[in-house]
Every structure is written in structure tokens, then in C-alpha cells.
């Protein structure tokens, strides 16, 4: 009866991803269109179902690299590639993967959407962009890790440790080994 659960687990995961799927859909709504491509808005809540649910996502940064160690940071998922680096070379991006773009506010990756649009792409743009993402996701302190100020002690090295003389080395016995401590009551 193993196969049963594992069934049982499999249509369920199915039928949340086909969840997240269809609120993904209603979180997103269409845009202009050129040709071939299209631009799809989207908004945090159907980005956070994206990133969660979709292997194929290629989240695209497009802003510049300073700005992402500023105060709005960046999404751990994300790539960066720059508005200019887009203009560049916009044919550069797999057709196989779900592209969404994110900037600042949301208006230079609409920008580059379409212009990736324009190349045929299907692309989501994240309204509200980082704006919105800090709003729901603010950044998390990294705690600092302090460096020890000085290096661990060597056994026999310390300072602290009395120095034995040759003499003293010769008579020390080894300690006895007990098996049993008597305070033990065995």
C-alpha cells in the first residue's frame, strides 16, 4: 500500500501546481503584442507562485550592477543582465524558458519586454518591480561574522600552560585507564 500514498501525493502536488498556475493566470494580464512576441504584466504574488512553481523561470534584473547593493537588494533567483546589455544582444535568452523582468518601479523592464517582444519573446514584467518586491520581502540582516582576534592556542605552546623540563617528561606517568568510576555505583 506504499504506492497508494505516493499516489495519493502525486495528484496532490499536481493539483496545487495546476493551482498556482491558474492564479498566475489571473494575477497576470495580457499587454501589447508585436508579431510574434507578447508582453504579460505581473504582480508579486504571481511572481512569489513563478518562483516557487515554475523550473523554467529565468528571472532577469535589468538594472545596473550598482543598484544592486543598494537599499532595494536583489531576488536570490535573479540574473542580471542590463538594459544595455539587452539592446546589445536581445536574441540571447533560451525560448524555452519563462521570461520575467524586473527593474526598480517596473519601467525599464517594460521597456526591454518589449523590446524583447519585439524579437519574438514571450515575456512577464513585474509591476511595482523591486519597489514592491521589499514591500512583502524585506531584505534579512546577514548577522557579521567576527573573526577570532587571535589564533587557537597549540597544545604545549601556550604561555599559559607551565613548561615542563626534560626531567619532569621522564618520571610523568601515563593516567590509569577506568572503565568504571566508583561513584558510578556499577
Known amino acids: 500500500m506504499k504506492w497508494w500514498g505516493c499516489f495519493v501525493r502525486a495528484v496532490i502536488l499536481a493539483a496545487l501546481v495546476s493551482l498556482a498556475l491558474f492564479f498566475v493566470g489571473h494575477s497576470v494580464?495580457?499587454?501589447?503584442?508585436?508579431?510574434?512576441?507578447?508582453?504579460?504584466?505581473?504582480?508579486?504574488?504571481?511572481?512569489?507562485?513563478?518562483?516557487?512553481?515554475?523550473?523554467?523561470?529565468?528571472?532577469?534584473?535589468?538594472?545596473?550592477?550598482?543598484?544592486?547593493?543598494?537599499p532595494l537588494g536583489q531576488i536570490p533567483q535573479s540574473r542580471n543582465v542590463t538594459m544595455q546589455e539587452i539592446e546589445k544582444n536581445p536574441e540571447q535568452f533560451l525560448r524555452n524558458k519563462t521570461l520575467v523582468l524586473i527593474c526598480r518601479t517596473g519601467h525599464r523592464s517594460l521597456k526591454a519586454a518589449q523590446l524583447l517582444a519585439d524579437h519574438g519573446y514571450i515575456v512577464y514584467t513585474v509591476n511595482g518591480g523591486m519597489k514592491d518586491w521589499r514591500q512583502l520581502?524585506?531584505?534579512?540582516?546577514?548577522?557579521?561574522?567576527?573573526?577570532?582576534?587571535?589564533?587557537?592556542?597549540?597544545?604545549?605552546?601556550?604561555?599559559?600552560?607551565?613548561?615542563?623540563s626534560p626531567q619532569e617528561n621522564e618520571n610523568r606517568q601515563p593516567p590509569e585507564k577506568k572503565f568504571f568510576d566508583s561513584n558510578m555505583g556499577c
Open 29 to 70: 494580464h495580457a499587454g501589447q503584442s508585436s508579431s510574434q512576441g507578447k508582453v504579460l504584466f505581473l504582480d508579486i504574488n504571481g511572481l512569489n507562485l513563478l518562483l516557487q512553481f515554475d523550473p523554467n523561470l529565468l528571472l532577469i534584473d535589468v538594472r545596473t550592477p550598482e543598484e544592486l547593493t543598494g
Open 137 to 164: 520581502h524585506p531584505p534579512t540582516p546577514t548577522p557579521a561574522i567576527e573573526a577570532p582576534l587571535k589564533k587557537p592556542p597549540v597544545p604545549g605552546t601556550d604561555d599559559n600552560i607551565k613548561k615542563q
